[in-house]
């Protein structure tokens, strides 16, 4: 075969090759940021997982950190962002859902030197309850409030610890893990002379919710299909749950080993 022979061949398979080779999508996706689960770092179980997939995909993306539910208004209202995270499952936002890719395990996370044993919701009649933003809605726990003694929901998860390590509520409803996470900061980070929590108090987690799957949402429908296939090759690689134990296990102690029963 002659040298102008070869190259013509050379010619003919390289350019199917790069014409079928697509630019890495870049994608603007809203966070919600949560600690120990999606952080402005890029860190957590729950972006981490998502991270993964876009790889996986081939999918590049800018996330825009917003607290919980408000990274929800924000994708209603504008159009200018291409999907969103961390979705309860019974939301409906505009555009196409993927399968659940997450399940938080939200419960009880309580004083048992002051109360308890909690095991179920109506173990929290009387007490003052305190949840993040739309707790009352995710949790399912509407027709419970009337029985608590008061249930206030803030978005801040740092004041919830504090609040229950000052004594001020009973209980914090959210993801075992999450509070975990808060609480270790929140030691890591205590002043001298800060009397609290008493070396007395116990603290425990007991699920009374079930898992919380969530999942993302785009605008465009092939990219929802995408990211599912993708998942699903890596929770089939043994990657998803490989994040999960990452962060999830070093918890178990402090979470009696009764999240997302692992």
């Not at 398979?13 to 080779?21: D, E, M, Y």
Request: one cysteine or more.
């Amino acid at each position: 075969m002659s040298v102008l022979h070869l190259w013509v061949f050379a010619l003919l398979i390289w350019l199917p090759l790069t014409g079928s080779a697509k630019p890495l999508q870049q994608l603007k996706i809203l966070a919600p940021e949560i600690p120990g689960a999606a952080e402005s770092s890029l860190e957590g179980r729950d972006i981490e997982l998502v991270l993964a997939s876009f790889e996986e995909c081939g999918f590049k993306a800018e996330f825009i950190m917003q607290p919980y539910e408000r990274h929800a208004r924000t994708y209603r209202d504008r159009q200018d962002f291409d999907g969103i995270m961390t979705v309860p499952l019974h939301w409906r936002l505009p555009g196409h859902s993927t399968s659940a890719y997450i399940w938080y395990q939200n419960g009880a996370f309580y004083n048992h030197s002051r109360v308890g044993p909690i095991e179920r919701i109506k173990d929290l009649a009387g007490l003052h309850v305190v949840t993040f933003r739309e707790g009352v809605d995710v949790l399912g726990i509407r027709d419970n409030v009337p029985e608590f003694a008061s249930l206030t929901e803030i978005a801040n998860q740092t004041i919830h610890s504090r609040l229950l390590f000052m004594g001020r509520v009973d209980a914090i409803l959210a993801d075992g893990f999450v509070v975990a996470e808060v609480n270790r900061r929140i030691f890591s980070a205590k002043r001298r002379g800060e009397m609290w929590p008493s070396q007395g108090d116990a603290f425990r987690f007991a699920p009374i919710f079930n898992p919380a799957p969530h999942k993302m949402v785009f605008r465009d429908a092939e990219l929802a299909e995408a990211f599912d296939r993708c998942f699903d090759r890596l929770r089939g690689s043994g990657v998803v749950g490989a994040i999960n134990q990452k962060y999830i296990d070093k918890y178990q102690d402090v979470l009696r080993f009764r999240y997302l029963g692992r």
